[in-house]
């Protein structure tokens, strides 16, 4: 090693730490645009699929468990048609129900019917003077349907009055039946793309006509406060502006249900001084959801606790959150995107401080503490907080930071191997890996029979131009003469033809030349590159230093399976050269 191989060895130290700084500001750029994209997604609202079925599973196993006991479901069943008859049913029918529940003290009576059109005048008008004199506050729906054409017919031509047919509009139900009624509220249901109903509208406005939710408008009379007003003020509304459904973690089973048939035998059971099936001090005080759950002819919905639950028990859900105020309450944006910025600052920080196996654990332990909190304060406060998009977003830096880390340890792998194996100055193997890498040539050669030569020269007179012109400018020698030998070896070919060149000593070089003779050596190889230094010009300081090389040249012989007889006989003839005059090639003697 020469005086200034030191220097240039701290020079490359120097440049490899700048570059480690440099892939440090690349990981961390790495890291900071997979938050944004993450942000990016939940500003999209991409990924709230996903959410959606994590929200179902926190309202099946962590959703509120507190059921209202004045609520009662009266269901018009299966049973209900086979006994009583086929759908639907003479509405004097509605009439002896309401009156049943009027007689017995229900707080409200809700009930879920289509009653906008006209039938029978006579039980029409049984239902109306109940309606009239109920005691209980009766509340009806508003339904929300496709308006008709109206139009009329001139001269076999016909004539729309209404152009806006197919928008949505209100229908209510009769007049005489709307009149006597409490309120009305509109009932519209409408499933998530999924198919999946998790949301209502508490208050729907078409035509500058505004209705709230059915179900509310009855527990706004009860209650007598503002907890239905501050749910109609939105404040629980989520991105979608509806309100989330309180889902009840025991189901509909944890409500009180009353098939309309039992109601009615006990009502002829008590007038017959019989025992009845229903207690009417069950039914007392209690806010009574009227409606359809037959197959068939009920609507029903795919909801997170049933495949198929009817909508009366739907509204059962949302009245239970009205009367008990256990609304599921879903954090803002800036909220669920500080908690994303936070999990990822946390993991970004265990993914660069600990190594790879212990950051893997260290991830799995902080996504799975992530989704105890997200069901915890879900099962607590009924708070909903992002728990996929957090997730992904820990995945998706636990695998940047992986294959970073893999790929900055294969580089420093490669530049270790590259230290190792390489002379610092001239970027040529060093002769101990360049022995390997011959020993393993040279077998290869014997087995298969292929010939194998080896050039070994020096540059004649490198004292005289280290004397002459000092040490830096044979440093500028030895690497530019190293250059030429780099680009002379024959690189671009299949592996098993490629040459190698090495460093022998000071400023000796050595090149193996596989498939190729003694012959083809001296007079191609050898003499070719012998001539390309002697024609290159090689400067220091404004001053041309002359440069030649003396070349042996030795090949491998019959039965011959280690380099060490090769490499001797090219030493002999690079000795040869030198006697002869030097700047010439010689090769080895028979």
Request: aromatic share 10%; charged share 20%.
């Amino acid at each position: 090693m020469t005086a200034h191989e030191p220097i240039e060895a701290t020079e490359k130290l120097f440049t490899r730490t700048q570059a480690r700084v440099f892939r440090d500001w690349i990981r961390l750029a790495g890291y900071f645009v997979i938050l944004v994209v993450f942000l990016a997604l939940l500003l999209g609202r991409c990924l709230h699929r996903f959410e959606n079925m994590a929200l179902d599973v926190f309202s099946k196993y962590a959703g509120p468990s507190a059921v209202h006991p004045d609520i009662a479901l009266i269901e018009i069943s299966d049973a209900s048609l086979q006994e009583v008859g086929a759908w639907p049913w003479p509405r004097s029918y509605h009439a002896i129900m309401t009156r049943l529940l009027s007689e017995w003290k229900a707080a409200a009576v809700v009930l879920d019917l289509d009653l906008t059109e006209a039938t029978d005048p006579q039980n029409d008008g049984d239902l109306a003077q109940v309606l009239a004199g109920s005691q209980s506050p009766v509340f009806l729906p508003v339904d929300l349907r496709p308006k008709k054409e109206k139009k009329f017919w001139v001269h076999g031509l016909s004539v729309v009055l209404n152009k806006d047919a197919g928008e949505m509009g209100w229908v209510h139900a009769l007049s005489e039946f709307e009149k006597s009624a409490k309120g009305t509220g509109h009932h519209d249901l409408v499933p998530d793309s999924d198919g999946v109903l998790r949301r209502f509208d508490p208050v729907l406005i078409r035509e500058r006509e505004s209705h709230l939710f059915l179900p509310l408008v009855a527990a706004r009379n009860t209650l007598k406060e503002n907890a239905v007003s501050v749910l109609v003020r939105n404040s629980f509304e989520d991105d979608q502006e509806k309100v989330l459904i309180p889902w009840v973690r025991s189901g509909s089973a944890g409500f009180s249900h009353y098939p309309v048939e039992d109601l009615i035998h006990s009502y002829y059971a008590i007038q017959k001084g019989l025992k009845p099936v229903v207690d009417p001090g069950k039914i007392a005080g209690k806010i009574c959801l009227v409606g359809l759950t037959a197959k068939g002819v009920a609507g029903f919905h795919t909801t997170p606790l049933e495949a198929a639950s009817p909508a009366l028990r739907v509204y059962a859900h949302i009245l239970n959150g009205a009367l008990t105020g256990n609304w599921i309450r879903p954090m803002p944006f800036w909220v669920q995107a500080l908690c994303l910025v936070a999990i990822g600052a946390i993991a970004l920080f265990l993914f660069i401080t600990l190594r790879s196996t212990l950051s893997l654990g260290a991830g799995l332990l902080l996504g799975m503490a992530w989704a105890g909190i997200c069901f915890f304060v879900f099962w607590k406060w009924h708070i909903w907080l992002f728990m996929v998009y957090p997730l992904l977003l820990l995945l998706a830096l636990f695998v940047f930071s992986s294959l970073y880390v893999q790929a900055t340890a294969m580089r420093e792998k490669s530049a270790l191997f590259h230290l190792a194996t390489r002379d610092g100055l001239t970027e040529l193997y060093v002769i101990r890996h360049f022995r390997l890498i011959m020993n393993q040539i040279v077998l290869e050669a014997s087995t298969r029979k292929e010939s194998l030569s080896i050039l070994l020269f020096d540059i004649d007179n490198f004292k005289k131009i280290n004397d002459t012109y000092g040490h830096p400018a044979g440093d500028v020698v030895l690497k530019k003469l190293a250059a030429i030998i780099l680009a002379y070896i024959r690189k671009k070919r299949p592996f098993r033809e490629i040459d190698f060149a090495a460093r022998y000593g000071g400023e000796e070089f050595i090149i193996i030349l596989r498939r190729s003779g003694l012959k083809e050596a001296v007079q191609v190889a050898g003499e070719r590159l012998r001539k390309q230094v002697e024609a290159t010009r090689f400067e220091w300081e404004g001053n041309v230093i002359p440069v030649t090389i003396s070349v042996g040249v030795a090949t491998l012989r019959p039965g011959e399976n280690v380099p060490d007889p090769m490499v001797r006989r090219a030493d002999v003839a690079l000795y040869e050269a030198k006697r002869a005059g030097k700047n010439r090639v010689c090769s080895e003697k028979d």
